[in-house]
């Protein structure tokens, strides 16, 4: 009796189907920053209009120039807000269903995805320690897999920022109180330590207030300020005199940019 048809036809396609989940990321390898790890991703339903606020302090996303490609990291992945502004190329794995064949999205980490401890991590506190989780706008969810997937499988890495201008600076704070948002940073996208210079001072070391603000308590009207701004790949940048003399709380400055 001649073997059923459909069981070989399925022997004979899955391999290929599978295949088709592992392709070459159209993001070149000499942007990794990192090897490719596993996670899993979720999604959240959201307005574009509505992108504003998140646990890295940048506030309009659009305005900062992040859009819907951003992502919310859960514990282990948000160090505190030290992972703020970072890149991550995610693609989704395993599940031939609801995956999306040989497709990736480059997203910004902006947000952080809390822990539920309401729920074990394995059965609902998709955001506890020591989960790899991404929480993802749908709209950015729906690059890589069907909106029906729910909390899939995925597979991430580090990757290079590729930004459009130079770095932002967006002063603010009262008397001498100086706080400082760090935005639009390429090569690794985050910040692990700043520095600044007035022209009464040396450098003197900001502290992170949360995410991507800092904030150091001292007088600096009149003073051109300077940052050293140092990554987690090692690279420091100096932008000289980026803020100007005549500078003025809730003003934002661009300087110049990571080299990649």
Not at 145 to 154: C, E, H
Not at 216 to 226: A, F, H, T, W, Y
Request: proline fraction near 7%; aromatic fraction near 12%.
């Amino acid at each position: 009796m001649a073997p059923p048809l459909l069981p070989l036809l399925l022997l004979f396609f899955l391999p290929s189907l599978a295949a088709a989940h592992q392709r070459p990321s159209p993001y070149g390898s000499s942007s990794a920053l990192t090897e490719w790890r596993n996670a899993k991703a979720s999604y959240f339903s959201i307005d574009p209009e509505d992108a504003v606020g998140g646990a890295c302090g940048f506030g309009d996303l659009g305005k900062h120039g992040y859009g819907m490609a951003t992502v919310g990291l859960s514990t282990a992945l948000f160090e505190r807000g030290a992972s703020c502004g970072g890149c991550y190329e995610v693609r989704c794995v395993e599940d031939l269903k609801y995956c999306l064949p040989g497709t990736s999205i480059v997203v910004t980490a902006t947000n952080f995805c809390p822990p539920n401890y309401g729920f074990p991590a394995d059965a609902g506190g998709v955001c506890n320690p020591p989960n790899h989780h991404f929480l993802l706008p749908i709209q950015a969810f729906e690059k890589i897999a069907l909106w029906k997937a729910g909390v899939m499988p995925i597979q991430y890495r580090r990757v290079k920022c590729l930004r459009e201008g130079g770095v932002r600076f967006s002063v603010s704070g009262k008397g001498s109180f100086f706080t400082v948002l760090i935005s639009n940073v390429g090569g690794a996208g985050d910040v692990r330590s700043v520095k600044l210079k007035g022209t009464e001072s040396g450098w003197l070391s900001m502290g992170r207030n949360w995410g991507q603000i800092w904030h150091i308590n001292l007088d600096l009207k009149g003073q051109p300020v300077s940052f050293e701004l140092s990554s987690s790949d090692g690279t420091t940048m100096t932008n000289f005199n980026v803020v100007p003399k005549d500078w003025e709380f809730g003003k934002t400055y661009t300087g110049k940019q990571f080299l990649l």
